[in-house]
């Protein structure tokens, strides 16, 4: 049968990104340009700065992109482009030029979700089978999602307060790690102890929803009070405490929905997907409580926001003729 390839794009947040897909698995090319030296004296993504630098990059990229997958405009089968959630003047920036590539090519426009993305990075390393549950952690989102198919999705638990890579980005300010100082503090937190025993938020809750704000309340209670006795801080050592709370939640509250839910798989998704200790824990829990189910987690390279992962989701919606037509517009609040 004739391979379905699709241009995907990603401009969601500060990667401007494209990739060719070939039927929702192997990746022919995955450009991605990183902005994040341009937010890092900010502390701070800055909406601004991020559409201007997409504006710069996208026709780039999307060139680099095909060149790479050594195919013209007349071989592929669609365009797809993420049209939420995220920022809105970064969304527009990719929706327009797949429209524009779309109307140009006479090709089908697919329009996706970029959390469905984050979970389908996983279908390019491995074979995604249903049902499923995924933990979907990224900066924006903290969501447990059950699949019992490649299209039907279900929120079964979320964060109440920040995300988990938003509390990582957020504490890190605090000891001044640079932004995102969600990879510093997991590399820091390799080295030290949980010496400072957070708390656990909704850890025995009868839900699976999480909170991550009263953890980072205490930890920066627990700087500023050191700081204002003069006492000397372990900077290490509260990492690895920090990041021992987040990952005992993240790892009790996955492992006891995906028991209820009877799934055959764990799946993994999101930029703190890259996040060692979050990886190992999991893998441990799984291995030890859960050997029948299978845990699958991305590599390090498609964690984090790349276009890769939305050709991968798209792939579903092409096979279903679940296409955009030119109204397409970018959705900044859009849920799964
Ligand atoms: O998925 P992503 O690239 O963008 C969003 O869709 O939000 O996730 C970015 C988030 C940032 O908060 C970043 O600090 C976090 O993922 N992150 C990590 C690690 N690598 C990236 N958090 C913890 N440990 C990591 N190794
Ligand atoms: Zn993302």
């Known amino acids: 049968m004739k391979k379905k390839r699709i241009l995907a794009i990603e401009t969601s947040c500060d990667e401007t990104s494209a990739a060719v897909i070939e039927d929702g698995k192997v990746i022919l090319s995955n450009i991605v340009a990183s902005q994040i030296k341009s937010h890092q004296r900010f502390g701070g993504v ?3 700065i991020a559409s201007r630098h997409h504006v710069e990059q996208i026709t780039l990229i999307i060139e680099e992109a095909m060149t790479e997958a050594g195919i013209e405009y007349t071989e592929l089968d669609a365009v797809a482009v993420t049209e939420g959630p995220g920022l809105v003047g970064a969304l ?24 469905k993305g984050h979970i389908f990075a996983n279908q ?55 932004y995102p100082g969600g990879k510093h503090i997991d590399e820091m937190a390799h080295r ?11 850890m025995t809750e009868d839900n699976y929803d999480f909170s991550f704000s009263g953890l980072k309340s205490s930890f920066i209670n627990t700087v500023h009070n050191a ?11 509260l990492a690895a405490s920090f990041q021992a709370a987040v990952t005992d939640v993240l790892v009790d509250k996955t492992i006891r929905a995906a028991r209820e839910k009877q799934v055959q798989q764990l799946v993994l998704a999101g930029g703190v997907a890259a996040n060692k200790g979050l990886r190992q824990a999991l893998t441990e ?33 092409l096979e279903n003729e679940e296409f955009a037509d030119y109204t397409l517009n970018g959705k900044p609040g859009l849920s799964v």
């Open 285 to 317: 829990a799984v291995t030890n409580e859960m050997p029948d189910v299978e845990l699958l987690i991305p590599p390090l390279n498609l964690c984090g926001d790349n276009a890769a992962m939305i050709g991968a989701a798209a792939f579903v919606q």
């Open 92 to 115: 527009l920036i990719g929706v327009n030029a797949a429209k524009a590539i779309a109307f140009a090519h006479s090709l089908p426009l697919i329009a996706v979700n970029h959390i």
């Open 124 to 178: 390019l390393s491995d074979d995604m089978t249903f049902p499923l549950l995924s933990l979907v952690v990224s900066g924006g989102h903290t969501e447990l999602i059950y699949m019992s198919s490649p299209d039907s999705f279900e929120i079964i638990g979320e964060t109440r307060d920040d995300a988990a890579g938003e509390a990582y980005d957020k504490i890190g300010r605090v000891i001044g790690v640079p």
């Open 192 to 202: 030290g102890n949980d010496t400072y025993h957070f708390p656990r938020a909704m």
């Open 227 to 237: 700081r204002q006795k003069g006492e000397e801080l372990n900077t290490i050592d």
């Open 46 to 48: 800055v909406p601004e």
